[in-house]
């Protein structure tokens, strides 16, 4: 692909390639040619995201259904479009960071380049979002499980494209993975707590109504 003409085909191709097999195409990958491609994959990987979000909204399977959902899922089309720009860019910054520290490649291009293709992780994560809305804990496990695939994603990047020390790589990844799982705890035991207060709540107003009738 290049700057001139987007081929969409080999879009879906790459795509592929770094979902099953993220080891071969890391390590292949073009890291020049500017910086277009990648804003159009993050592009449409947010526009992906936020349209499988948007269906989910409509008929009932998201965290929000019914009109709500529907009104939700639009606002959610257009943010993932602009958080997929954003963060293309913010993520590139983080990623050249955290390869700077595993002594890999500092270059901004070939960073965007990476980031870009961990993107893809983006639809996946919305298609797998409909499991929030029948169960909040187990859509936070999953979203989880994808997080830690994406950092396999990144961890693949950094040694792959990005020529970093695979043992410094395995360390940062792992911590990081680390602290994926201590904020899905803490947001759970948070959610728990909060719950728990809430049914205390409604059982003290239940028994106030019988004591007042």
Do not use: H
């Amino acid at each position: 692909m290049s700057n001139s003409t987007f081929d969409f085909n080999a879009f879906i191709r790459e795509s592929k390639e770094v979902l099953v097999n993220p080891k071969s195409y890391f390590s292949t990958m073009k890291t020049t040619g500017g910086i277009v491609e990648p804003l159009i994959k993050a592009v449409i990987y947010g526009a992906i995201a936020g349209v499988i979000i948007f269906l989910w909204g409509i008929i009932g399977l998201g965290a929000f259904s019914g009109f709500l959902g529907g009104a939700v899922g639009a606002m959610a089309l257009v943010w993932y479009i602009i958080a997929a720009v954003i963060g293309l860019f913010v993520g590139a910054v983080i990623l050249m960071v955290i390869s700077s520290i595993c002594k890999g490649s500092t270059d901004f291009e070939a960073n965007v380049r990476v980031t870009a293709a961990v993107m893809v992780i983006m639809p996946v994560s919305a298609l797998l979002g409909f499991l929030t809305g029948i169960n909040l804990t187990l859509g936070m496990i999953i979203g989880l499980a994808v997080n830690i695939f994406a950092l396999w994603l990144v961890y693949n990047g950094l040694i792959g494209a990005l020529k970093a020390k695979p043992e410094t790589a395995k360390v940062v990844v792992l911590i990081l993975a680390a602290l994926l799982v201590l904020f899905m705890l803490l947001g759970m035991g948070t959610r728990n707590r909060v719950m728990k207060q809430f049914d205390n709540t409604e059982v003290k107003e239940m028994l106030k109504d019988l004591e007042t009738d």
